[in-house]
């Protein structure tokens, strides 16, 4: 700690010295023990600005990959067009839908029924009698006019309120008015059957209101990939499972219509890029911090070894292998296993690993498998549901296939440990057209992704929607890794830098509130002396006067 030196000047001056000044300074003194803290509490700040910026990063990139292993994510999502929009217009695929192309003919549109009362001149008439309605096979319903219903509309509001199902309304031109009838179900099902013959018009000498029928309610009838098939409603939905689409005129001399489901490849693909882009963003954030400022200073992460631990999570997520498949998980990897495994890559020739004390554990098998050199890799993989094996393929396609005969036991639990076999042939991202770069980053070639996406779409799926995919890894260990975990990697160390500034503040407030107390106790001391040296003179004065005198020398003449 550094001194303060107090300047009265000259003693005798009765000019004293300046307290506030002086106590500055001594406090000034005083709070140079807090700097080591605050310089700590600036550093941990900067990490906390950057580890938030990486949390943000993480969120991004674990919301991409979420796009591609949601089961009804962009992966799910399916396109459609019609060859002939004038006759069938696709409404929506849904994620069962197959991609393929289907045949449509439409031989005739379904058909509402409807009809009409006879007109009369004058809307408020006055009408009496009763109607029956009824629609297809529902049960009749007969309406007996009265004063509150009987003029058209309060005919049509009856016969809306009584669930006929049928929809009547009063329609008026220049020949007059009438009551309009309209079957709520399309098809031949909702046909009406109306008798009025009993309704006259007592304000126009009892004139009678009969019903006449302009349609007849009928079926659509159609033709999909050769079966003729029908629908009671021009909305057609599971004719072509996950496929609905509306009829909007018959066939042009029974032409079929090309109805054309396609997977949602361009979403993949926006997927897929946007995955790789905030890779990218990501890793370049953390090579960053390995470095220096603009200024020459190390960046606010440099040497921690929550950095290099997010280096090594990304790095070995990226590159981990997608399986081919994987045994049953059991608990406790140190189990003791029994039995036999049997493995064949492609067309080559089956190897069956029999287990004894060398190995008769997951890690024991594992490496077994891996020295027998069948083509084929082995990996215990540990998590939250337990440790298991997965197999990764060394070739893709056909001549990559595994087949996995499992006769093996887990006899610490006596549970048998079946095989589950992936639906992927796709083991790695280079399949994806996805390279990963010296400094780790990522780069796409979109155009080998489409093509892939053209030949094994359901490859893709798989590699990033099976169980224990790569999708699915990468997936966990983002959300291990960030801050969207409170047990992630950048939360934690958060977690820690939150804890540790705390302590920081604390121990600045309490130096704070000891520092303020000395201040007003120097305050206090200082002015006293201070008095003190500014009555000097006058006090030297009288005690001069007094010698004086006594003495009679020195005499000092007033005036």
Same mark, same amino acid.
């Given at each position: 700690?550094?001194?303060?030196?107090?300047?009265?000047?000259?003693?005798?001056?009765?000019?004293?010295?300046?307290?506030?000044?002086?106590?500055?300074?001594?406090?000034?003194?005083?709070?140079?023990?807090?700097?080591?803290?605050?310089?700590?509490?600036?550093?941990?700040?900067?990490?906390?600005?950057?580890?938030?910026?990486?949390?943000?990063?993480?969120?991004?990139?674990?919301?991409?990959?979420?796009?591609?292993?949601?089961?009804?994510?962009?992966?799910?999502?399916?396109?459609?067009?019609?060859?002939?929009?004038?006759?069938?217009?696709?409404?929506?695929?849904?994620?069962?839908?197959?991609?393929?192309?289907?045949?449509?003919?439409?031989?005739?549109?379904?058909?509402?029924?409807?009809?009409?009362?006879?007109?009369?001149?004058?809307?408020?008439?006055?009408?009496?009698?009763?109607?029956?309605?009824?629609?297809?096979?529902?049960?009749?319903?007969? +309406?007996?006019?009265?004063? /509150?219903?009987? *003029?058209? =509309?309060? #005919?049509?509001?009856?016969? %809306?309120? @009584? &669930? !006929? $199902?049928? +929809?009547?309304?009063?329609? /008026?031109?220049? *020949?007059? =008015?009438? #009551?309009?009838?309209?079957? %709520?179900? @399309? &098809? !031949? $099902?909702?046909?009406?059957?109306?008798?009025?013959?009993?309704?006259?018009?007592?304000?126009?000498?009892?004139?009678?209101?009969?019903?006449?029928?302009?349609?007849?309610?009928?079926?659509?009838?159609?033709?999909?990939?050769?079966?003729?098939?029908?629908?009671?409603?021009?909305?057609?939905?599971?004719?072509?499972?996950?496929?609905?689409?509306?009829?909007?005129?018959?066939?042009?001399?029974?032409?079929?219509?090309?109805?054309?489901?396609?997977?949602?490849?361009?979403?993949?693909?926006?997927?897929?890029?946007?995955?790789?882009?905030?890779?990218?963003?990501?890793?370049?954030?953390?090579?960053?911090?390995?470095?220096?400022?603009?200024?020459?200073?190390?960046?606010?992460?440099?040497?921690?070894?929550?950095?290099?631990?997010?280096?090594?999570?990304?790095?070995?997520?990226?590159?981990?292998?997608?399986?081919?498949?994987?045994?049953?998980?059991?608990?406790?990897?140190?189990?003791?296993?029994?039995?036999?495994?049997?493995?064949?890559?492609?067309?080559?020739?089956?190897?069956?690993?029999?287990?004894?004390?060398?190995?008769?554990?997951?890690?024991?098998?594992?490496?077994?498998?891996?020295?027998?050199?069948?083509?084929?890799?082995?990996?215990?993989?540990?998590?939250?549901?337990?440790?298991?094996?997965?197999?990764?393929?060394?070739?893709?396609?056909?001549?990559?296939?595994?087949?996995?005969?499992?006769?093996?036991?887990?006899?610490?639990?006596?549970?048998?440990?079946?095989?589950?076999?992936?639906?992927?042939?796709?083991?790695?991202?280079?399949?994806?057209?996805?390279?990963?770069?010296?400094?780790?980053?990522?780069?796409?070639?979109?155009?080998?992704?489409?093509?892939?996406?053209?030949?094994?779409?359901?490859?893709?799926?798989?590699?990033?929607?099976?169980?224990?995919?790569?999708?699915?890894?990468?997936?966990?260990?983002?959300?291990?890794?960030?801050?969207?975990?409170?047990?992630?990697?950048?939360?934690?160390?958060?977690?820690?830098?939150?804890?540790?500034?705390?302590?920081?503040?604390?121990?600045?407030?309490?130096?704070?509130?000891?520092?303020?107390?000395?201040?007003?106790?120097?305050?206090?001391?200082?002015?006293?002396?201070?008095?003190?040296?500014?009555?000097?003179?006058?006090?030297?004065?009288?005690?001069?006067?007094?010698?004086?005198?006594?003495?009679?020398?020195?005499?000092?003449?007033?005036?």
């Amino acid at each position: 700690m550094g001194t303060v030196g107090l300047s009265f000047g000259s003693p005798t001056s009765g000019t004293g010295f300046n307290v506030s000044s002086t106590v500055a300074a001594i406090v000034s003194n005083l709070q140079n023990v807090e700097t080591p803290w605050k310089n700590q509490l600036t550093s941990l700040q900067s990490q906390d600005a950057v580890l938030s910026s990486l949390g943000t990063m993480f969120s991004n990139l674990s919301n991409d990959l979420t796009a591609l292993t949601d089961f009804q994510g962009v992966l799910a999502q399916k396109t459609g067009s019609s060859s002939n929009t004038n006759v069938l217009q696709l409404t929506s695929a849904s994620s069962s839908a197959t991609a393929g192309t289907h045949t449509v003919v439409v031989n005739s549109l379904a058909q509402t029924a409807s009809g009409y009362l006879t007109a009369i001149a004058n809307a408020n008439d006055t009408l009496s009698g009763s109607i029956t309605i009824q629609a297809g096979s529902g049960t009749a319903q007969t +309406i007996t006019l009265n004063s /509150t219903n009987n *003029t058209l =509309s309060g #005919l049509a509001s009856a016969i %809306n309120a @009584s &669930g !006929a $199902g049928v +929809i009547a309304s009063v329609l /008026t031109d220049s *020949t007059g =008015s009438r #009551l309009s009838l309209v079957s %709520n179900t @399309s &098809g !031949a $099902g909702g046909n009406l059957a109306i008798s009025s013959n009993s309704i006259v018009d007592t304000s126009n000498s009892n004139a009678g209101l009969t019903y006449t029928s302009t349609v007849a309610g009928s079926d659509a009838s159609l033709v999909v990939d050769g079966v003729t098939l029908s629908s009671a409603s021009n909305t057609i939905s599971g004719l072509i499972p996950g496929v609905t689409f509306q009829l909007l005129s018959p066939s042009a001399s029974g032409s079929p219509v090309q109805v054309v489901i396609g997977n949602y490849n361009t979403g993949v693909e926006s997927a897929v890029s946007a995955m790789v882009s905030d890779y990218n963003a990501l890793i370049s954030a953390i090579n960053t911090q390995h470095g220096n400022t603009s200024s020459g200073t190390p960046e606010p992460l440099f040497g921690s070894p929550t950095l290099s631990l997010l280096q090594q999570e990304l790095l070995n997520g990226i590159n981990t292998q997608n399986p081919n498949g994987y045994l049953d998980s059991i608990a406790n990897s140190s189990d003791t296993l029994s039995g036999s495994l049997t493995l064949q890559v492609g067309g080559g020739t089956a190897q069956t690993i029999t287990l004894g004390s060398t190995n008769n554990t997951l890690a024991g098998l594992a490496s077994a498998v891996n020295a027998a050199n069948l083509g084929v890799t082995a990996n215990v993989v540990s998590d939250n549901s337990g440790s298991r094996i997965v197999f990764v393929s060394d070739m893709t396609g056909s001549a990559g296939a595994l087949t996995v005969t499992s006769a093996l036991t887990d006899t610490t639990t006596n549970t048998a440990l079946n095989y589950n076999a992936g639906s992927s042939d796709i083991s790695s991202l280079t399949t994806l057209g996805i390279a990963v770069n010296k400094d780790g980053s990522l780069t796409l070639n979109a155009t080998s992704l489409d093509s892939l996406l053209n030949t094994d779409f359901n490859g893709v799926v798989g590699f990033f929607q099976n169980a224990n995919s790569w999708g699915l890894n990468f997936a966990n260990m983002l959300n291990s890794a960030g801050s969207s975990s409170s047990v992630g990697v950048v939360a934690l160390a958060q977690n820690s830098n939150s804890a540790v500034e705390s302590s920081l503040n604390a121990n600045i407030s309490r130096e704070e509130t000891l520092i303020s107390s000395q201040q007003k106790s120097l305050t206090a001391e200082l002015n006293s002396a201070n008095e003190i040296l500014q009555a000097l003179p006058s006090q030297l004065l009288g005690i001069n006067e007094i010698y004086s005198a006594i003495t009679g020398y020195n005499q000092v003449k007033n005036g």
